[in-house]
């Protein structure tokens, strides 16, 4: 039997939350949650959420060093006059959060996540 460093087999924040199909399920309980908060109901009024659902997986997907599938606008295009707030912008982070938290994902993924959340604020908030 040979022995394997685990530090040698480093794997993406993608991988860490179980590739397309750990995504997946993270994306669809995560709309769940935002799709039913009053806080962030008026940004997801009259939205396709089965096609924001695919679009999201894909942006998450190569946000997370997973297979670069994602053809869509660019955030700042993408949330233009949307008028999302930094108070919206922080809850959507927070559900996403607890909703990996809740799958079973590592604290210190969830926390990596954030960091790569965090990063993309400017591109989000507008109001």
Same mark, same amino acid.
């Given at each position: 039997?040979?022995?394997?460093?685990? +530090?040698?087999?480093?794997?993406?924040?993608?991988?860490? *939350?179980? !590739?397309?199909?750990?995504?997946? =399920?993270?994306? =669809?309980?995560?709309?769940?949650?935002? =799709?039913?908060? %009053?806080?962030?109901?008026?940004?997801? #009024? !009259?939205?396709?959420?089965? @096609?924001?659902?695919?679009?999201?997986?894909?942006? *998450?997907?190569?946000?997370?060093?997973?297979?670069?599938?994602?053809?869509?606008?660019?955030?700042?295009? #993408?949330?233009?006059?949307? @008028?999302? =707030?930094? %108070?919206?912008?922080?809850?959507?982070?927070?559900?996403?959060?607890?909703?990996?938290?809740?799958?079973?994902?590592?604290?210190?993924?969830?926390?990596?996540?954030?960091?790569?959340? +965090?990063?993309?604020?400017?591109?989000?908030?507008?109001?």
């Amino acid at each position: 039997m040979t022995s394997q460093n685990s +530090e040698s087999a480093v794997t993406t924040i993608y991988e860490q *939350l179980g !590739g397309n199909g750990g995504v997946k =399920t993270a994306v =669809t309980v995560f709309y769940n949650r935002v =799709t039913t908060d %009053d806080a962030l109901a008026e940004w997801f #009024a !009259g939205v396709d959420i089965s @096609r924001l659902r695919a679009h999201q997986r894909a942006f *998450l997907a190569a946000a997370l060093d997973g297979p670069q599938l994602f053809a869509g606008r660019d955030l700042t295009e #993408a949330h233009a006059g949307m @008028r999302i =707030t930094d %108070d919206a912008f922080t809850l959507v982070c927070d559900h996403l959060a607890e909703t990996l938290g809740d799958l079973g994902v590592a604290p210190d993924v969830v926390a990596a996540v954030g960091v790569r959340l +965090e990063a993309l604020r400017a591109s989000v908030v507008s109001a």
